[in-house]
C-alpha cells in the first residue's frame, strides 16, 4: 500500500521537475542577452524547481477549492469570484514561500548577495511574476477540472454498465423464471388425468416430477450449465413424459462426445422437447420418436431437437408460445448476434428447431456413458 501511494506522486513530480528545467532553460537564455557572466544552470534549475514544487504542494488547496466551489448552474458567478480572489491569494503566498526557500539556496539566478532583502525581492517578483502566478493557478485549475471531469465520466460509464449488467440479468431471471410456471402446470395437468386412470403411473411421475424440481433449484441461480447436466434434467423430465406415453413416444440422443461439457442456457433443452411433445407427438395416434442431438462446428455449438410428428400446419405463419419465444428471447439476451433459433419443417414429415450458440467448454470431465432415457 505504501509503495503504491509513494509511486502515485512520480508522474506529478517528475511533471513539475520538467518545467523547473524549462523555464530554468529559459531563463538563462534571457540572462546570456543581458549579463556576461549568468549563474550556473544547475543552481538555475533548483531554483526554478523550487517554485513549480512549491505550486505542487498549493495544488492541493486547489483541488479542494475545485470540489468545494465548482461552476453548477446557479453559483457559475460565486464560484468565479471566489477562485479569482484564491488566484490573487495563492499567487501571492506562492512569492512569499519562494522568497523564504530560495534565500537559502547559494549562487541565487535573481541576487548574488548572502543575505536577501524580502521587501526587495518580494517588490521584484511581484512586478515580474504575480500575474503569471494568477494564470498559473488557472492553469492548474484546469488540469484538476479535466481530472475530476474524466473521473466522473468513468464512474458514469462503470455504473452505466452495472446497471446494464443488472438490467441483463433481471430480464434473464424473468425469462427463466417464466419457464419454471409454464412446465410446472403442464406437468401437472398430465399428472391430474392419470391420478384415476392410472394411479401407479401418477405416482411415478410425482416422484420423477419431484427429482426435476430438486435439479431445477439445484441450478436456479445459474444461466449456463454444462451440456451433461442439462441433458440429466431433460432425462428426468422425459421419463415423466414416458409414464404418460409410454411406448408412443421414442427419444434419440446424437450427441458428440466432445460436447458434453459445452456450456448451454440452463433450462433450454426442456421447453424445446416439452414444444414437440405437445405439438408434434401427442396430436398423432401413432408412435413417435424425438432426437436431440450437439455438434460442435469450429467455434459454435449446434443444438437441435427435431421430432417426426404432425409437424407445422400448412399456410400462414407458425406462432411461437411460450417455450419458444422465452428461448429466442434468452438466446439474445446471453448471446447477441452471436447466436440462431431456426424453425424448420423438414420433407419428410415433422418439425426441427436448430439453435448455434457460441463454443465455451466448463471444466468437467466428459462423460463415461452418455445418458438416455428408457
Request: charged share 20%; aromatic share 8%.
Amino acid at each position: 500500500m505504501a509503495r503504491r501511494d509513494w509511486r502515485r506522486w512520480l508522474p506529478p513530480l517528475a511533471v513539475y521537475t520538467g518545467l523547473g528545467v524549462f523555464t530554468a532553460t529559459e531563463i538563462l537564455l534571457l540572462l546570456l542577452r543581458t549579463e556576461t557572466k549568468p549563474p550556473p544552470i544547475l543552481n538555475l534549475i533548483v531554483t526554478e524547481t523550487v517554485h513549480w514544487y512549491v505550486w505542487g504542494g498549493l495544488s492541493t488547496i486547489i483541488g479542494w477549492l475545485v470540489g468545494r466551489f465548482p461552476f453548477r448552474p446557479g453559483e457559475r458567478w460565486i464560484s468565479a469570484i471566489v477562485h479569482l480572489l484564491a488566484s490573487a491569494a495563492l499567487a501571492a503566498l506562492h512569492l512569499a514561500i519562494y522568497i523564504q526557500i530560495t534565500q537559502h539556496i547559494p549562487g541565487r539566478w535573481y541576487s548574488d548577495q548572502p543575505v536577501i532583502d524580502f521587501k526587495k525581492a518580494w517588490s521584484y517578483f511581484f512586478s515580474a511574476r504575480f500575474n503569471t502566478n494568477m494564470l498559473t493557478y488557472f492553469g492548474i485549475f484546469a488540469v484538476i477540472q479535466a481530472r475530476l471531469y474524466s473521473r466522473r465520466l468513468r464512474e458514469e460509464e462503470l455504473a452505466r454498465s452495472r446497471l446494464a449488467t443488472q438490467l441483463a440479468t433481471a430480464r434473464l431471471e424473468a425469462l427463466k423464471m417464466q419457464l419454471h410456471p409454464h412446465f410446472l402446470f403442464n406437468t401437472l395437468n398430465a399428472i391430474s388425468a392419470l391420478v384415476h386412470q392410472d394411479p401407479s403411473a401418477a405416482e411415478r411421475m410425482i416422484l420423477r416430477l419431484s427429482d426435476l424440481l430438486r435439479q431445477a433449484l439445484a441450478e436456479a441461480s445459474t444461466q449456463e450449465v454444462p451440456l451433461k447436466k442439462e441433458v440429466d434434467f431433460l432425462s428426468t423430465y422425459l421419463e415423466i413424459e414416458q409414464v404418460r406415453f409410454g411406448e408412443r413416444l421414442r427419444v434419440a440422443m446424437d450427441i458428440d462426445p466432445e460436447a458434453w461439457d459445452a456450456l448451454v442456457p440452463n433450462l433450454l433443452l426442456q421447453p424445446l422437447v416439452e414444444n414437440a411433445i405437445r405439438h408434434g407427438i401427442a396430436p398423432v395416434a401413432r408412435a413417435g420418436c424425438i432426437t436431440v442431438s450437439a455438434h460442435q462446428f469450429g467455434a459454435e455449438l449446434e443444438l437441435t431437437v427435431a421430432d417426426d410428428g404432425r409437424g407445422f400446419p400448412t399456410g400462414g405463419p407458425h406462432r411461437e408460445g411460450v417455450g419458444l419465444g422465452t428461448t429466442r428471447a434468452r438466446l439474445r439476451e446471453l448471446y447477441g448476434s452471436a447466436q440462431s433459433l431456426d424453425i424448420e419443417s423438414p420433407a419428410t414429415g415433422g418439425s426441427s428447431v436448430r439453435i448455434r450458440i457460441p463454443l465455451r467448454k466448463a471444466s468437467l470431465p466428459e462423460p463415461t456413458v452418455a445418458r438416455e432415457p428408457a
